[in-house]
């Protein structure tokens, strides 16, 4: 017995159970101008988007999981599914957990199409809709068979689904930039709070790591300030690209951990600022979990923000509505500075960030623009040697030697740093730097003898952070504190602050 137009659709539903339409099957297919598109954005198992085409009395179906997209040159997945009855063009709602395709459907666009060519390989068609309008090409990759919209129900197997979908014509907009590929970010000068509030935002400086999200089609990739991916690190921020779903961006932001009493714990971040596995980041997301505090917008749906001035980019990202369970946009205040400053210590945070109302953003730039005032002071530092421990640390390393580049590049010696160490961190620290050794010391200028007895040199490629009271005359750090690695910076990024 042949198969029936929908019999497909029917066969992975169950009318008891979702309120999806599901005619019977013997209700006529409906007659009409057959020139309907809808888009709707599916937060199934995986967030997808469903292009559907009428075609003879059905919608045609594909999903996507990227969405359309909107430049030309660029492919993208789509997958072949069922026809669906003309009635969904207008569904949307939950379908219940457990059910085919369970999860929130909604109407993305809606509209009409022109057809181009319709072939078993190939359907051109041209969109009006309010969102999307444009020539687009959906054309089969491998394998034979029916693209056509009648529908023969099932049987066909993973070749037949497998489409592409490309856009042909060029943007509508013609201010219209793609998605780039990195964007470094913007860094702070260290200085004492501005006397002109009025020019001036503030917000809290929060105690982590940097990090630019890039977010197309649902899905975040995450880059740390030394441009390596980071993103099977912190699983836990995949659902940011959930709730912006469709909306490309660009995002800088710091990863942070808190402790008991709320406040950013930077101890605990460093278990997971070296996790590569995704198993054990999944697990440690459980009880370790980070969130992501977002604070400025870099790109938004093909648009280039880092020109606009700080108070335009800002109200576009609060216009985001960004709010999660491991991420939020912290709020941006207006002073007076002393005030925030102020707020920050009696809440635990590490200090305050001045940021010029008016101020563009420079990616990959130190600017005054941007000033940071803290209420420790901290400075990054380069291992870049080490020296064995005496008692209890007989067995590891008893203290760290350190350096940071003149401006010329040059390493000159930073003293040294023997406390702040848990023993785990100590012997962390000595695997890490044993495959370093070297036989010479990095310095241009001659160190006493005092410094140089039992050093273990190393090349000078991990970089640390460590709190100090102040710099002493000869330019050591005086009284410094271990605060942990910083594998999201380079020897080449550490400045001396406030020396």
């Known amino acids: 017995m042949p198969r029936r137009p929908l019999d497909e659709y029917r066969a992975k539903r169950d009318p008891a159970r979702t309120r999806e339409p599901v005619p019977p099957p013997d209700a006529p297919l409906p007659q009409g101008e057959g020139r309907t598109f809808v888009i709707q954005e599916h937060h199934a198992r995986a967030l997808h988007w469903d292009l559907r085409l009428e075609r003879d009395g059905v919608l045609v179906s594909w999903a996507v999981p990227k969405g359309l997209p909107q430049e030309p040159g660029t492919n993208h997945l789509a997958v072949h599914t069922e026809d669906h009855p003309m009635e969904y063009a207008t569904f949307e709602g939950d379908i219940p957990a457990g059910e085919y395709g369970g999860g929130h459907m909604a109407v993305w666009d809606r509209g009409t199409y022109e057809t181009v060519k319709w072939s078993d390989r190939e359907v051109q068609v041209v969109l009006h809709g309010e969102r999307v309008q444009g020539r687009y090409v959906l054309f089969r990759t491998r394998g034979r068979g029916r693209s056509g919209g009648s529908g023969d129900g099932g049987g066909r197997g993973d070749d037949e689904r497998s489409w592409m979908v490309h856009r042909m014509d060029p943007p509508t907009r013609p201010d219209w930039t793609p998605l780039p590929d990195l964007v470094r970010p913007m860094a702070a000068v260290a200085g004492e709070l501005p006397p002109d509030d009025d020019a001036w935002a503030y917000e809290m400086k929060w105690d982590g790591v940097r990090a ?50 709320g406040a950013p714990d930077f101890g605990r971040l460093q278990q997971r600022m070296h996790v590569a596995d995704p198993a054990v980041a999944r ?137 702040g160490f848990t023993r785990r961190t100590l012997d962390d620290l000595l695997r890490r730097l044993t495959p370093l050794a070297t036989s010479s010391s990095p310095f241009t200028v001659r160190l006493p003898a005092a410094d140089t007895r039992d050093v273990h040199w190393v090349r000078p490629e991990l970089v640390g952070e460590v709190a100090f009271t102040e710099w002493t005359s000869d330019g050591r750090l005086r009284h410094p504190s271990w605060r942990g690695l910083r594998p999201d910076k380079s020897p080449a990024d550490v400045v001396v602050e406030g020396a």
């Not at 699983?235 to 660009?250: D, H, M, N, W």
Request: hydrophobic share 40%; net charge positive.
């Open 212 to 261: 630019v999200a890039y977010v197309d089609g649902g899905r975040v990739r995450l880059m740390s300030r030394n441009d390596l991916d980071v993103t099977r690190s912190y699983p836990e921020i995949a659902g940011l690209g959930e709730q912006l779903g469709s909306t490309q961006a660009v995002l800088d932001g710091e990863l942070v951990t808190f402790d008991a009493r």
């Open 283 to 419: 697990r440690l997301a459980q009880t370790v979990p980070v969130a992501y505090l977002v604070f400025d917008v870099l790109h938004l749906d093909g648009r280039a923000t880092l020109d606009l001035p700080y108070d335009d980019r800002r109200a576009l990202l609060d216009g985001l509505g960004l709010a999660g369970r491991s991420w939020q946009t912290p709020p941006s205040f207006d002073g007076p500075g002393s005030a925030v400053l102020a707020a920050s210590r009696e809440n635990g945070l590490e200090g305050v960030l001045a940021k010029k109302r008016r101020s563009p953003y420079r990616p990959g730039r130190r600017s005054p623009d941007w000033v940071k005032v803290k209420h420790v002071r901290m400075q990054e530092v380069v291992l870049v040697g080490w020296k064995p421990g005496k008692g209890a640390r007989a067995e590891t390393l008893g203290s760290l030697v350190l350096g940071v580049p003149d401006d010329d590049g040059a390493m000159r010696p930073a003293g040294s740093v023997g406390t």
